[in-house]
């Protein structure tokens, strides 16, 4: 990167009081949720939702792919939010767990005909854009890595966790760090690209 874009990064950085200027996302083969040297240091505020939806029991003890829920992941800028009727398709079927506080509440929203007013968690600024399918299809699927880690670079390691908790950065230098990284076009290729550092692909 040449010293005047760096200088108009650091200028913006400081402008929109970017407290972490360079971390180190993305690590080769790095443990899950460690990618990034701010690791767990970025921690964001807790957010009580209205179901303490247990992701370590999901996506930890019964390995659902996080694409699974969140369908959107893998076509769209967002990762998207389940419908009810998506967590009924199973929890009807499995009454060993019907009398659990969690799933009661699950029952009443569906018998009420509620949604679930889930509350954001990782959420961006209106004047960042980020898109989801890219990602996904890049390192899930061209790179064939393991889904935990390809959404661990972002939100850390969430199938250890009960309710979604930010614990990266998600800050301009966080990502733009990433995008002047090496990273492999697809899967037993040698060749590397960087992401891209086009200012308007990221901001409207």
């Known amino acids: 990167m040449s010293y005047a874009k760096t200088l108009l990064l650091w200028f913006l950085m400081l402008w929109m009081g970017a407290t972490t200027v360079w971390a180190e996302p993305f690590v080769q083969g790095g443990p899950i949720g460690s990618q990034t040297s701010d690791g767990y240091n970025a921690l964001g505020p807790v957010v009580e939702q209205p179901i303490e939806f247990p992701h370590n029991r999901h996506a930890g003890d019964m390995k659902i792919n996080c694409m699974y829920c969140h369908t959107y992941a893998r076509r769209s800028n967002v990762s998207g939010i389940p419908r009810l009727d ?22 009443e929203y569906w018998d009420n005909k509620q949604p679930v007013p889930w509350k954001k968690v990782h959420d961006l600024p209106d004047f960042v854009r980020f898109n989801h399918e890219r990602h996904i299809q890049r390192f899930y699927f061209q790179e064939k890595r393991p889904v935990r880690e390809v959404c661990g670079y972002c939100h850390g390691d969430i199938a ?3 309710t979604a908790r930010r614990v990266k950065a998600l800050s301009m230098g966080w990502c733009v760090s990433c995008h002047e990284k090496d990273h492999l076009e697809k ?12 200012c308007w692909l990221c901001h409207k």
């Not at 998506?86 to 969690?102: F, T």
């Not at 899967?187 to 086009?198: R, Y």
């Open 86 to 107: 998506k967590c009924m398709g199973c929890h009807n079927l499995l009454p060993q767990v019907r009398d659990k506080p969690r799933i009661k509440k699950l029952f």
């Open 160 to 162: 250890s966790m009960t």
């Open 187 to 198: 899967v037993g290729s040698s060749v590397t690209s960087h992401g891209p550092n086009d």
